[in-house]
């Protein structure tokens, strides 16, 4: 029994998750600022749009079944989450930063190259939050396209206690989505460059954050 639990498990717990979260986000009242910047984005291709960790729960439901792209991790838990964002629409690769990732990292930004947008939390998936890991700017590089910054809020709201502080919205909650400027990482940084524009866009997620709290708050 054990085994078949084992198996059924992912599947059965994703699919309750995924029921819940989008019967949630479907009442949910959005409030957009800068959704131009990736629809201009998009008319010439693929891009990596960027959010912390602990706000994933507001785009999924917002983005869902747009065929985007996201990494998982091979973790059990992946399994899990794996079935999450298939079922809201998104196709996924597998892999993080503890397995698998320079691989996952490589077939993200070919899919990327190729026109995909790839949703992406610099910050994952084991933190520390809110700060922006290298991963991105690499994945940005090697497909040559823009990253975009996006932050997110919603209120009235739960806070996990859990290390990013995930948010819940509450039904027919205020959701908050500001999407930033793109941006094009270079193809050479220095160590020195790399660690500077990392701090930038870190800042840039979290000012945009602050916005959509501005926003969900009235």
């Not at 602990?54 to 747009?66: E, H, L, M, Q, S």
């Not at 094009?184 to 660690?195: N, Q, R």
Request: aromatic share 8%; hydrophobic share 40%; glycine share 12%.
């Amino acid at each position: 029994m054990s085994t078949v639990w084992a198996a059924a498990r992912p599947r059965i717990l994703g699919t309750l998750v995924w029921a819940v979260a989008r019967l949630v986000g479907l009442t949910l009242r959005y409030r957009v600022e800068g959704i131009e910047h990736l629809r201009e984005v998009e008319k010439e291709g693929g891009s990596v749009l960027v959010t912390w960790h602990g706000r994933t729960f507001v785009p999924a439901n917002y983005f869902a079944k747009r065929g985007w792209w996201a990494i998982i991790s091979l973790s059990r838990d992946g399994e899990i989450q794996n079935r999450i964002f298939n079922l809201f629409g998104f196709r996924t690769v597998r892999g993080s930063t503890g397995r698998g990732g320079v691989r996952a990292a490589l077939e993200a930004a070919k899919r990327v190259r190729e026109g995909g947008n790839l949703a992406l939390t610099p910050d994952g998936p084991r933190g520390p939050s809110h700060v922006f890991g290298e991963g991105s700017l690499f994945i940005a590089q090697r497909a040559g396209r823009p990253l975009i910054p996006v932050g997110i809020s919603a209120y009235p709201r739960k806070l996990l206690p859990t290390w990013d502080s995930y948010l819940i919205p509450v039904p027919f909650a205020r959701a908050g989505i500001v999407v930033g400027e793109p941006l094009t990482v270079p193809t050479e940084l220095s160590p020195e460059e790399t660690a500077a524009l990392c701090e930038r866009l870190g800042a840039e997620i979290s000012r945009l954050e602050a916005r959509a709290e501005e926003l969900v708050r009235g």
